[in-house]
């Protein structure tokens, strides 16, 4: 198994950057991608960035692409989220995942394993 543990959620003003930490322990040489989801109240939990092993490949949706930058650190099992330019609509609770197998996945059923999720709010 491999357990997630995410910090780095706050309150923030429209405008401002947060960092979100995920720190992995348990069966590490397992993990391939990892990836940030959000989920506002009453919506679809949905990928905001996702890296693979080696961090030579990302993805963003168009909602955060040039905003956001996922980033990890495979010697301290560590995946990041440097969030700028943050606007009242990224308010939700981020949650970081894993997967074991393949590269990066784009839902949220591509993902075995979740940290307990951090609260994000943006306020205008």
């Known amino acids: 198994q491999v357990q997630l543990v995410e910090s780095g959620g706050g309150l923030v003003q429209a405008g401002g950057s947060l960092r979100l930490s995920c720190a992995a322990s348990?069966?590490?040489?397992?993990?391939?991608?990892m990836g940030w989801f959000r989920q506002a109240p009453g919506k679809e939990r949905d990928l905001v960035a996702g890296i693979n092993w080696n961090g030579d490949n990302t993805y963003y949706p168009d909602s955060v692409r040039g905003r956001f930058t996922i980033s990890r650190d495979n010697a301290k099992n560590t995946v990041y989220l440097q969030m700028n330019g943050l606007k009242p609509e990224d308010t939700a609770v981020y949650y970081c995942?894993?997967?074991?197998?393949?590269?990066?996945?784009?839902?949220?059923?591509?993902?075995?394993?979740w940290g307990q999720g951090t609260q994000v709010t943006v306020s205008s």
């Open positions: 348990g069966r590490i040489l397992r993990v391939n991608a």
């Open positions: 995942a894993a997967r074991t197998i393949g590269s990066i996945g784009y839902s949220r059923d591509a993902y075995a394993h």
